[in-house]
Nanobody
Framework: QVQFVESGGGLVQPGGSLRLSCVGS????????MGWYRQAPGKQRELVAA???????TYKEAVKGRFTISRDDAKNTGYLQMDSLKPEDTAVYYC?????????????????WGQGTQVTVSS
């Protein structure tokens, strides 16, 4: 059974930092790319960042230069370092294994989203 457990969210002031963690289980973590998504109230879930099994990264334009995605395959864990946070980054953040189909990155285990971790950026 595939599972994702996200953690590390919280309330932070604008300009602050958070580090999110995602533990994946029930599949071979190391051979898949992984991605971080977020969903703000009233909006669709969107991809924020992704990292391939070889370490190649891609970011949503709005977070480039502020967010850094990484992974530790020995721990089946992915990370999202978020710096210079803005109020518009407020959302629930999720992770999933991902793959690219016709130049679009899509979640592989779309039926197995975790509970997510809430990130709130507010003064």
């Amino acid at each position: 059974q595939v599972q994702f457990v996200e953690s590390g969210g919280g309330l932070v002031q604008p300009g602050g930092s958070l580090r999110l963690s995602c533990v994946g289980s029930g599949y071979i973590f190391s051979i898949y790319a992984m991605g971080w998504y977020r969903q703000a109230p009233g909006k669709q879930r969107e991809l924020v960042a992704a990292i391939t099994d070889g370490g190649r990264t891609t970011y949503k334009e709005a977070v480039k230069g502020r967010f850094t995605i990484s992974r530790d395959d020995a721990k089946n864990t992915g990370y999202l370092q978020m710096d210079s946070l803005k109020p518009e980054d407020t959302a629930v953040y999720y992770c999933n294994a991902v793959r690219e189909i016709r130049a679009t990155i899509v979640p592989i285990f779309a039926g197995s989203w975790g509970q997510g971790t809430q990130v709130t950026v507010s003064s």
